[in-house]
């Protein structure tokens, strides 16, 4: 598959990459895409909550009542999960809600996002630029040169540049990453992504088989 070079100006440079097949053009599979999601999910989760239990909720140890002759239910103390203000059973404690997921699925999953949004054509390739100094207003321009002022976009870097990246860090709608830091998620909450036209290279390279 081959894409047309644009100019950070929306128009045309006359040049085109070419995406290779075996990245952009595999068989997408569903399931990896649904592991891979589910682990950066969870990545995401502190897991730090918690709540207490009987032993240690605040509270007096001195049987309420007497075992039997009350009519009602035996009682052991105020700290029962029975009474108000006492321990919760079986509660949240902390916990790691990661999972292993290997390399190959992950590889797999990527890959797959990529060819859902080649298919849906919802990938563009921009020649390289940089900064001289991070100016919001010139990504604002850069947005709607590429006709996504309204869409959630995406821009693949090839290599970190921090210009670009400040520029950009308080709009909405806009996300830059690293060809290494490219993930299932950001491909897919995307509505559009923009390549730069050297990190294009470095993801066939690295990407491919």
Same mark, same amino acid.
């Given at each position: /598959?081959? @894409?047309?070079?644009?100019?950070?100006?929306?128009?045309?440079? +006359?040049?085109?990459?070419?995406?290779?097949?075996?990245? =952009?053009?595999?068989?997408?599979?569903?399931?990896?895409?649904?592991?891979?999601?589910?682990?950066? /999910?969870?990545?995401?989760?502190?897991?730090?909550?918690?709540?207490?239990?009987?032993?240690?909720?605040?509270?007096?140890?001195?049987?309420?009542?007497?075992?039997?002759?009350?009519?009602?239910?035996?009682?052991?103390?105020?700290?029962?999960?029975?009474?108000?203000? +006492?321990?919760?059973?079986? +509660?949240?404690?902390?916990?790691?809600?990661?999972?292993?997921?290997?390399?190959?699925?992950?590889? %797999?999953?990527?890959?797959?996002?990529?060819?859902?949004?080649?298919?849906?054509?919802?990938?563009?390739?921009?020649?390289?630029?940089?900064?001289?100094?991070?100016?919001?207003?010139? /990504?604002?321009?850069?947005?709607?040169?590429?006709?996504?002022?309204?869409?959630?976009?995406?821009?693949?870097?090839?290599?970190?540049?921090?210009?670009?990246? @400040?520029?950009?860090?308080?709009?909405?709608?806009?996300?830059?990453?690293?060809?290494?830091?490219?993930?299932?998620?950001?491909? %897919?909450?995307?509505?559009?992504?923009?390549?730069?036209?050297?990190?294009?290279?470095?993801?066939?390279?690295? =990407?491919?088989?």
């Amino acid at each position: /598959m081959k @894409l047309a070079v644009y100019k950070t100006s929306g128009e045309d440079t +006359g040049r085109t990459v070419e995406l290779r097949d075996d990245v =952009f053009g595999i068989s997408p599979n569903d399931h990896a895409i649904y592991l891979d999601v589910k682990q950066f /999910m969870a990545n995401k989760r502190q897991g730090t909550h918690k709540s207490k239990e009987r032993n240690e909720v605040s509270g007096s140890t001195k049987k309420l009542k007497k075992q039997k002759g009350t009519g009602g239910a035996r009682a052991g103390g105020i700290k029962s999960p029975l009474f108000r203000g +006492g321990g919760r059973v079986f +509660g949240p404690v902390p916990r790691d809600y990661d999972f292993k997921l290997n390399k190959k699925v992950k590889l %797999l999953a990527r890959k797959s996002a990529l060819t859902y949004k080649a298919q849906e054509s919802q990938i563009v390739v921009v020649e390289d630029f940089t900064l001289d100094e991070p100016k919001t207003s010139k /990504m604002v321009e850069f947005k709607q040169n590429l006709k996504t002022e309204n869409k959630k976009l995406l821009l693949v870097l090839n290599q970190a540049n921090k210009n670009i990246y @400040l520029s950009s860090r308080n709009l909405q709608g806009i996300k830059v990453v690293k060809i290494s830091d490219l993930n299932t998620y950001d491909i %897919l909450n995307a509505s559009s992504i923009a390549f730069l036209e050297s990190s294009i290279e470095a993801l066939n390279e690295n =990407f491919g088989q």
